[in-house]
């Protein structure tokens, strides 16, 4: 190659290296809900005919579909006081209802057919003629063995009675053997006072609750919210973009990458998995991320670039 050749080369090589535009990398950490399992244990004797009826009291499917913000990660099992068995129905074949967030691509993912509403009321309508012993503590420990909580959940026992435990064993011992699991536990009571075992069964878990049954509402659900561990999150950018459109995000959860998108529009009202930059003057970076689709409140670990000067 000529002297010349040679030096246009090395000039437009040079013109190429100032030119290019230069990418900074980052990484966002994760912040995942907490996994959930809520057994409930419902009295079906002759006791609670005159009570409640057997349907999820008013407002129970928006706890559940609120929690974590629209990206929940629950598990409902039923069984009977007198049973300890799961219950099914043509609607919850597996004996549990699944209604979770799947953080590798932000589809929510169900096991159960039809409205959440009503597949619980296919399973909780337990009637109330069972001449069995209303053996709650027992039935809970039975039906928790069944299969459908996940090692890492926090573990809840919804129970709702109109008499008093009859289980055969000492009501310490259940109680023992249910906490001897790595999982948290905790215990909501909604039961006709008093009703001394019951009282003593609920009292060995630190974390708890009663309510009378004339008094049965939302907060007896609510407060398995005690079990979520707070998830931090950091929704500045790590990175100064010289461009706010300049940027390629992915999610990553469990090996599996995926291109989370720019929002189209607003994060808050886009129905799919995307982000959103904003100008945030607290931020070091000067933009926070918006996340839309089922990553509002909660999101897997996400990786990415920006353009910068």
Same mark, same amino acid.
């Given at each position: 190659?000529?002297?010349?050749?040679?030096?246009?080369v090395i000039q437009i090589a040079a013109c190429l290296s100032a030119c290019a535009t230069s990418y900074e990398p980052f990484e966002i950490q994760p912040a995942l809900p907490t996994p959930i399992d809520?057994?409930?244990?419902?009295?079906?004797?002759?006791?609670m005919a005159s009570h409640l009826p057997r349907q999820p009291p008013p407002g129970a499917v928006g706890i559940v579909t609120a929690i974590y913000n629209g990206a929940p990660d629950v598990r409902i099992a039923v069984t009977t006081s007198t049973t300890g068995t799961l219950r099914t129905s043509a609607k919850v074949p597996d004996g549990f209802i699944e209604h979770r967030l799947d953080f590798t691509d932000g589809v929510l993912r169900t096991n159960y057919q039809g409205p959440l509403d009503s597949a619980l009321g296919s399973i909780m309508n337990v009637g109330t003629s069972s001449i069995e012993p209303n053996a709650i503590a027992a039935s809970a420990q039975r039906a928790l063995g069944a299969g459908f909580v996940r090692p890492s959940s926090g573990v809840g026992i919804f129970v709702v009675t109109a008499s008093d435990d009859q289980s055969p064993d000492d009501i310490a011992s259940y109680a023992s053997a249910i906490? @001897?699991?790595?999982? !948290?536990?905790?215990? =909501? $009571?909604?039961?006709?006072?008093?009703?001394?075992?019951?009282?003593?069964?609920?009292?060995?878990?630190?974390?708890?609750?009663?309510?009378?049954l004339d008094a049965y509402n939302m907060e007896s659900l609510s407060v398995f919210s005690w079990l979520f561990d707070s998830a931090p999150n950091d929704y500045c950018l790590p990175v100064t973009p010289a461009d706010p459109h300049g940027c390629e995000l992915f999610t990553s959860h469990d090996?599996?990458? @995926?291109?989370?998108? !720019?929002?189209?529009? =607003? $994060?808050?009202?886009?129905?799919?998995?995307?982000?959103?930059?904003?100008?945030?003057?607290?931020?070091?970076?000067?933009?926070?991320?918006?996340?839309?689709?089922?990553?509002?409140?909660y999101h897997p670990r996400i990786i990415g670039r920006c353009a910068v000067d």
């Amino acid at each position: 190659m000529c002297v010349a050749m040679r030096a246009v080369v090395i000039q437009i090589a040079a013109c190429l290296s100032a030119c290019a535009t230069s990418y900074e990398p980052f990484e966002i950490q994760p912040a995942l809900p907490t996994p959930i399992d809520v057994l409930v244990v419902l009295d079906d004797t002759p006791a609670m005919a005159s009570h409640l009826p057997r349907q999820p009291p008013p407002g129970a499917v928006g706890i559940v579909t609120a929690i974590y913000n629209g990206a929940p990660d629950v598990r409902i099992a039923v069984t009977t006081s007198t049973t300890g068995t799961l219950r099914t129905s043509a609607k919850v074949p597996d004996g549990f209802i699944e209604h979770r967030l799947d953080f590798t691509d932000g589809v929510l993912r169900t096991n159960y057919q039809g409205p959440l509403d009503s597949a619980l009321g296919s399973i909780m309508n337990v009637g109330t003629s069972s001449i069995e012993p209303n053996a709650i503590a027992a039935s809970a420990q039975r039906a928790l063995g069944a299969g459908f909580v996940r090692p890492s959940s926090g573990v809840g026992i919804f129970v709702v009675t109109a008499s008093d435990d009859q289980s055969p064993d000492d009501i310490a011992s259940y109680a023992s053997a249910i906490q @001897n699991v790595p999982n !948290e536990v905790m215990v =909501s $009571a909604v039961y006709a006072q008093p009703a001394p075992r019951l009282a003593s069964f609920v009292d060995a878990f630190a974390k708890r609750y009663t309510q009378n049954l004339d008094a049965y509402n939302m907060e007896s659900l609510s407060v398995f919210s005690w079990l979520f561990d707070s998830a931090p999150n950091d929704y500045c950018l790590p990175v100064t973009p010289a461009d706010p459109h300049g940027c390629e995000l992915f999610t990553s959860h469990d090996h599996v990458v @995926n291109p989370l998108p !720019e929002c189209s529009g =607003s $994060a808050w009202d886009s129905e799919t998995p995307c982000y959103q930059l904003i100008e945030e003057p607290s931020c070091t970076s000067s933009y926070a991320v918006l996340y839309g689709g089922g990553y509002g409140m909660y999101h897997p670990r996400i990786i990415g670039r920006c353009a910068v000067d």
